[in-house]
């Protein structure tokens, strides 16, 4: 595979072009073994590409061309302090590696660790109430002997009474951006954005610089949902980017807890119509995050977030080839045919795939083992 610089500068190339989305990514790192390797390879096996049959000396020029200018915003990157995590790279979130509208490149500022060991997401309406301040703090405070990172938005309201109230019991918290990370939105809030990044920090899929637009932000609430072991709405209106959120992770079939309200407060119509509709489970302390994730006070690391826990969310043929891994060892590409029954040519396509995403590495002689 190629150098881990490389494969920065080659699949930020990539994604910056117009009809290269998750899917057809995902498949041409497949397919070509590597970014770069997609400029390489023949235009007979490009077409086997899903998706981008017709369009290939299109894109494959728009690829091309688009390589100075990820020079440019790896350099800026820089400058600024700013980290970027490709799709292929080690620190790349293995929670969101497997939803189907992954982001592609991940810019962040701070520590910012994407694989946190335990995390949760805390989401509320920006015009909360002192009584949703005054819960948002007690579940987080209730939650600190557990060391969860704490995941929200940086929004007015009950995003900001999280990362204020994780700050004060020195949990890491991460906000997702709808804004660049170079451009802290609300502005009010850069102090404390500046302050998380001792421990936390913040992340973006948005580039560094760019103009910020409001369909931005119910995009950026998938990847609240999708980092998040468990979400919790505190209050929320009928609509919003919190019942959005929530309504994402219970896609995702993450923990999703709402804490019901006054029957008769605007505030709560949201998460009571979560619960009313069962994508939601009442909230009523934290044993109810406890008993869901199976969640100890013990020292966190105990039961770290690992690729083998992510091996749940992959596809049955996926798992099977990394079970027979874990148990025989180091295998030669016939030997995995033969034990998973799959022919070559889909085994080999299903191997590089797993060899993105860490699970797996190559060996000379054409034998894996596990990453």
Not at 64 to 86: T, V, W
Not at 120 to 139: L, M
Not at 196 to 215: D, F, I, K, Q, R
Request: hydrophobic share 35%.
């Amino acid at each position: 595979m190629s150098n881990p610089s490389e494969n920065l500068k080659y699949e930020l190339a990539l994604s910056l072009v117009p009809k290269i989305g998750p899917a057809v990514f995902r498949s041409i790192l497949a397919h070509a073994g590597s970014a770069k390797g997609f400029l390489d390879i023949t235009k007979g096996k490009a077409s086997k590409i899903s998706r981008i049959s017709s369009s290939i000396i299109e894109i494959r020029k728009q690829f091309e061309d688009n390589l100075p200018k990820a020079d440019q915003i790896i350099s800026q990157c820089i400058k600024k302090d700013i980290g970027i995590i490709s799709f292929s790279s080690d620190d790349y979130p293995l929670r969101l590696k497997n939803i189907d509208d992954f982001p592609l490149i991940m810019f962040k500022k701070g520590k910012c660790d994407l694989n946190p060991t335990r995390s949760v997401g805390i989401v509320g309406t920006r015009t909360c109430t002192e009584y949703g301040k005054s819960v948002t703090r007690k579940i987080i405070e209730d939650l600190a002997p557990y060391k969860p990172t704490i995941i929200s938005g940086l929004a007015y309201g009950i995003d900001i009474e999280a990362h204020r109230a994780a700050l004060q019991l020195d949990l890491p918290t991460i906000a997702f951006m709808g804004s660049s990370v170079d451009k802290i939105y609300p502005s009010a809030h850069a102090s404390i954005a500046k302050e998380m990044c001792h421990s936390g920090g913040l992340a973006s899929e948005y580039l560094p610089g760019s103009t910020m637009h409001p369909s931005n932000f119910p995009q950026r609430n998938r990847l609240i949902a999708g980092l998040s072991d468990a979400i919790v709405v505190v209050e929320a209106a009928i609509k919003g980017g919190a019942l959005i959120t929530a309504e994402i992770a219970y896609g995702y079939n993450k923990e999703v807890f709402a804490v019901p309200g006054n029957l008769q407060s605007p505030h709560s119509e949201g998460c009571n119509k979560l619960i009313s509709k069962m994508k939601a489970s009442i909230y009523t302390g934290v044993s109810d995050i406890e008993e869901a994730l199976s969640w100890s006070k013990e020292d966190p690391q105990t039961s770290k977030f690992t690729k083998e826990k992510a091996w749940s969310q992959l596809p049955k043929e996926d798992q099977l080839i990394l079970n027979i891994l874990k148990e025989k060892g180091e295998l030669d590409i016939d030997q995995l045919s033969l034990q998973t029954e799959l022919n070559i040519s889909e085994l080999a396509s299903k191997l590089l795939s797993l060899e993105f995403e860490g699970l797996i590495r190559a060996k000379p002689g054409k034998r894996y083992g596990l990453g």
